[in-house]
């Protein structure tokens, strides 16, 4: 049996807050984005099978404007509380966070116009930045005392981040100088590392972690932790290994290995829901538990697409379920708790009577956000399953409003949070020093 994060003395050890709000505000922002762009892009979403255009232009705003993000701004934040480490420098999350969005904007206009001069310099400071928040997180990881699976979990993630960003660098030169033998499958390695590797690691580890945060209970199943990090180690290696060397059966046992995974972290996270101390489970397990669904589904549509059984929409069903159904829907189940968690910690921090977290919350817009992501998820899912660009058209603007709504929330708490901190204190003092 083994503890959630020790939260004492978590104040020496969060980064000052700009920094985790700014990879997080971009985040949010993002998220309207990368809905848009689906809408916008609809015609060609469904026929989708890789190479540059508004669809790869439209995943990337998802993939490194909200899911790298996100993930970055609370790894940064999160793992020194959670891990009992010393915060990292704040030079270094700055500067990863200046090469992310200029490089992110230019290798989305490079994508989106197909001009390879952009996706080159796109990709040569979206690279870099990653170089260096790998360098900067592995510090933080090196000597942790944290529970060994949620550590070797993120160490596999980091891992995988950093040879998904060098292949994502091969691609774009692949474009001018063509020496790759096999450019197609190469991005599909890419794809494979940065979302079941780095994603989806971060999303295990950090699950163990921020569930029992969440519940408040203990995590129970230490071998369960230890059998779900295994088996995703086992499932990327052997679909790595397997896709690269063109070997369907070894790809086939990396997927079992995956589904095996995917199955025992449910397990583990419906013990821990299960034993939780905390009666009523906030609104974000409606998000956190449908995620839970996608991860398995996105795992059999990648049966579907190697054993060939799949209609010629199929790539792009097996993406949407990916990203947007697993990665997008825990995300934004994660983020609506951890901004007015942190938010209520900065107001503790700044030296006034700390804001309850939820104070800061605003319902009305987290319930028009759920409503619009699920009808987004099974409109955009049918039109791309039916090839009707009008359904993933009309799917994606659903999901671009509560992605909106979203964005209300999170200034919602903005707004309050300085509220908080202007209004006099019981003792008749004005803003805390
Ligand atoms: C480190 C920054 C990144 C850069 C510079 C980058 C760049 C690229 C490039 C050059 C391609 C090849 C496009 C082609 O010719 O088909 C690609 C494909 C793709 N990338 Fe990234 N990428 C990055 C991060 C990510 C991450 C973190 C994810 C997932 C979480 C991701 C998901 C995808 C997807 C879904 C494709 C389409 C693959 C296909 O063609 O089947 N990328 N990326």
Redesign the pocket.
Known sequence: MFAGPDIGGAGQRLLPERIPMRFFGTAVACHVLAWLALAVAADDVAGF????GPV?AG??VL??GV??MTAMGASLQMLPVALGRPAPSTTACNVTYWLLVP?GVL?VYG?AAIAVTF?VA??VL??S??ALYVATTARVLRGAEGSRPVVLHLWAGFGS?AV??AL??I??L??TEGFLPD??RT??V??TL??YG??GMLALGFSQVLVPMFTIAMVLGRRLAEGALWSAVAGLVLAVVGLTLDLPLVVGAGLIAGLCAAGLHVRLMMETVRTRMRKRLGEEFVLIRASWIFLPVSLVLGFGLLLDVLPDTG?ALF?FAL?FGW?LTLLVGILQRILPFLASMHTARAGSTPAAPSKLIAETPLKVHRRCHFAALTVVGAGIALDVPDLVRAGAAAGAVGAAAFAWFAVTIFFRTQTHLSAPTAEGKGKAP
């Open positions: 099978v890789g190479g540059p790869l995943v990337h993939t490194l899911l790298v490089g290798l994508f996706i796109g990709a979206t690279v930045a990653v981040l998904a960003a994502a660098l691609l774009s692949d474009y450019h197609l991005a599909v890419h794809v940065g979302s780095f994603m790539p993406g990203l990665l």
